[in-house]
């Protein structure tokens, strides 16, 4: 089906033209009546919380998330806090790679978000691993497509782990995932993909493209709250190490006339890395109500909506002396633009605020994020204020 606008689901403020959703994105009015209703669930009739519903709607999330990104299993979906927490699950197994002591590197790509280097500091220093980072090129034409050429002939048998994005954060460069998780499978290196800026707005196979796990903050394109997210986790994890000891991790956790009667093995695949209290009676709905719209929708129909919306904007932007990567290289939800050399970027960023246009400053570039509640209008309000900036 082809979308239409869909911004009368959502309550933003009138008078904002928002094009910042990979920073926040806004919220469903539906998704705040469940939380709502979460809210006062706890707060006045505790006595309607059964035992059954710490697991319930949890593992319909889990299903619905499986069906967004073509999971086969949705016991391999674990719900995280945050992108860190993710993160964290795969630092903490790391030596269980065969061969560990054989590697050399971590592969990263430069300009990454700080959560997916903090999160292996400890990890190198352990294993005697080093950080090798497979640089920008420093040309504009083509710089998408030799990325990922770069990419590939950085993996090597020394490489024990690839940590990446399928979106670039700052520039919106795509990243060619399925080859990547080939030359990764030859090497025997693990494949870790942060899918925060493209899951729930670009189309993302787990089955197609093989790797790890893909971790997810909930609260940019899967239009969740904030402090939830989800992580995909492959066969590596099936007997890993967890973050935190849970109660809910156990088998036959849901059966409480038996919770004292101490239960070493854990639930199935990925369960053991749920969070604590991942039953969250206030998040979980709100998280669940964003995740049935979106599979509602369909993420192609999402992204040909966005390129609807910014094809005409971005042959205007060009025409000033804006750059953007390949349209091979990009996708339409997150656009990384460099402005003309005479433009600084926190000036027009700061005047494009004056006007209530809202988008992101990321030093480098600016970045321009929307999605189904915004309109080619929006576009082409930044568009004259440019015009008016050179």
């Not at 059964?50 to 999330?61: I, M, R």
């Not at 269980?96 to 959560?115: A, V, Y």
């Amino acid at each position: 089906m082809a979308l239409t606008n869909q911004q009368h689901l959502f309550s933003i403020e009138e008078g904002i033209t928002y094009l910042n959703g990979a920073a926040y994105s806004p919220t469903l009015k539906s998704s705040v009546e469940r939380g709502i209703e979460g809210i006062h669930l706890k707060a006045t009739t505790p006595f309607k919380i059964s035992g059954q519903d710490h697991f319930t709607l949890p593992e319909k999330v889990q299903q619905l998330f499986s069906k967004l990104v073509n999971i086969a299993d949705y016991q391999r979906v674990a719900i995280i806090p945050s992108v860190s927490y993710g993160m964290a699950i795969v630092a903490n197994n790391i030596h269980r790679l065969p061969n560990l002591s054989q590697k050399k590197h971590i592969i990263q790509i430069q300009d990454e978000f700080p959560n997916n280097v903090y999160a292996f500091d400890r990890v190198c220093q352990t294993h005697n691993l080093t950080y090798k980072t497979i640089a920008k090129p420093d040309v504009l034409e083509y710089r998408g497509k030799l990325w990922n050429e770069h990419i590939l002939e950085g993996i090597t048998t020394e490489t024990a782990m690839v940590v990446m994005p399928n979106i670039h954060w700052i520039y919106g460069v795509k990243f060619d995932l399925e080859t990547i998780s080939k030359r990764c499978k030859e090497v025997g290196a693990l494949l870790i993909i942060d899918g925060t800026q493209s899951v729930g707005a670009l189309d993302f196979d787990v089955e197609k493209i093989q790797p790890d796990a893909v971790i997810c903050a909930g609260y940019k394109w899967l239009l969740g709250p904030y402090s939830i997210g989800l992580a995909y986790l492959g066969e590596f994890f099936d007997e890993g190490v967890p973050v935190e000891e849970s109660w809910m991790h156990r088998a036959e956790s849901d059966n409480f006339a038996k919770l004292i009667r101490y239960e070493r093995a854990y639930r199935p695949k990925a369960q053991r890395y749920n969070m604590g209290e991942h039953s969250n009676f206030i998040l979980m709905p709100m998280l669940e109500d964003s995740l049935t719209q979106l599979v509602n929708w369909g993420v192609d129909n999402i992204q040909n909506y966005t390129k609807t919306i910014t094809q005409q904007p971005i042959k205007a932007l060009q025409e000033l002396g804006c750059w953007l990567e390949n349209e091979a290289y990009r996708a339409n939800h997150l656009l990384g633009i460099s402005l003309p050399q005479n433009i600084d970027n926190q000036f027009f960023t700061d005047k494009l605020s004056a006007k209530k246009i809202i988008i992101s400053n990321r030093g480098v570039a600016i970045r321009v994020s929307q999605n189904v509640y915004n309109t080619e209008a929006d576009l082409w309000a930044l568009v004259e204020v440019l015009k008016t900036s050179l």
